[in-house]
């Protein structure tokens, strides 16, 4: 090659690096950069802003700056692919990108359980009620999505949320059964029946955490002769495959209408009649304290504290009727005076406790002769007339005189104790005095370091009658 032909070939490269040059130096253009891809996924609730990595309009040497338009949003709450479009300007000049936005949920559901150290399966295999929560970053609480189940030696606690993000927790387990079954009386736990009448026991139903049927594992002890007036005890006991024990029991009282039974203990009866008043709570708290029963023969003079009906019999004290209206020129009027006042009564305790009394104590006791200014020989006639409507009325032996001359509480407590009986004792107090509903707990102290016994009244317990005196 000579000279000439070289130096034309270099001149020529020359140009066409001059060229080159040259082109690049007047071809300008957008530069833009997305932050990240163009499809990308984020976790829901995650922060996300779009915006440009670069931005700019130039040539391969210098690049400036330029402002962009973002069209389209991204809701990060809620699942689902959004669209973003950048455009940016210069001068007149546009140009756009586009970036696809997908909002998944990649976040697995908490699973906490408790006591997740000692947890026990049933010995036959099957799994207990555990406590355990499930809360998801979507869906919320999920605790009732929660499966249970035993895998070979692990007991597995899995959920899944809805977007199918699994928590799972395994764990050691002892098979092992310590709790109770339950067992329940169908029917009244204690009945009263009339000497002659049939009784037929309703039983008891049980359930257990692991066992399924306990029916034939129920033990009954005890039987009740219905010919033979007496309190009857009915013992019921179930165990479970683990030899765990439950136990309940039902008492049936055969009673004779016309035959009181002694109590074998010494036995007193507190009786209080006229409220329930402002008083009333007061005097429950002091039996509660003494778990000790008694018997309110009601009336519906102070109907505001009508509720203390409904809690003295949840908490086993004995309802019984002693007047709605509490006056003795309506009740001692006629016998049907009598009996409209007494079944308003009947109605209310039935409304306020689920069951009727059949356990009555005269304004006055039996003996009043008040009455006899209304109707000569209505006592008679109503003492009989109860009876014959399966009522049993009650007087009492010890009065604490409350309702007299008596207007303190040491000297209510003074005419109760010393005035103790020492088969029975049916003592007479007013719950709508303050003074008397004072004298309770010295009276139960009193009663129970000197040996005594304390009872509700029932239908077989000691009348306590005193003469009908009209
Ligand atoms: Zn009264």
Known sequence: MNKKKILFLVCLLG???LLIFALLLFKKDFKIELEGNSNISINVNDKFEPKL?????GNIFTCSNVKYDVKGKVDNTKLGTYKIKYQVKYKNKTKSINQTIKVVDKKSPSLTVSNENELTICPNGKIKNYEYKA?????????DKVEIKVEYDKLVF???????????KTYDYKKEDKENPTINLNGNSDIYILVGENFSDEGVTTSDNCDEDLKDKVRVNGSVNSNSPGKYTINYEVTDEAGNVAKVSRNVTVYNKNVDVTPSEKTIYLTFDDGPGPHTARLLDVLKKYDVKATFFVTNQYPAYESMITRAANEG????????????SYIYASVDNYFADLNNMQDKIK???GKETRLVRFPGGSSNTVSRKYTPGI???????????????FDWNVSSGDAG???????VIKNVTSNLRSSYSNVLQHDVKSFSVDAVESIIQYGLTNGYHFAPLDVTSPGAHQRINN
Not at 158 to 168: Q, W
Not at 380 to 392: H, Q
Request: hydrophobic share 30%; proline share 0%.
């Open 15 to 17: 140009f066409i690096l």
């Open 351 to 353: 409304r306020l406790t």
């Open 135 to 143: 809360l998801d970053n979507l869906d919320g609480d999920i605790t």
């Open 405 to 411: 001359e008596t207007t303190s509480t040491a000297q």
């Open 53 to 57: 990595k670069k931005a700019c309009y």
């Open 317 to 328: 004290h004995s309802i019984a009727i002693h007047t709605y209206t509490h006056n003795y």
């Open 158 to 168: 899995e959920v899944k949320d809805s977007a199918n993000n699994i928590t799972k």
């Open 379 to 393: 006592m008679t006639t109503l003492a009989n007339e109860l009876e014959v409507r399966g009522y049993k009325y």
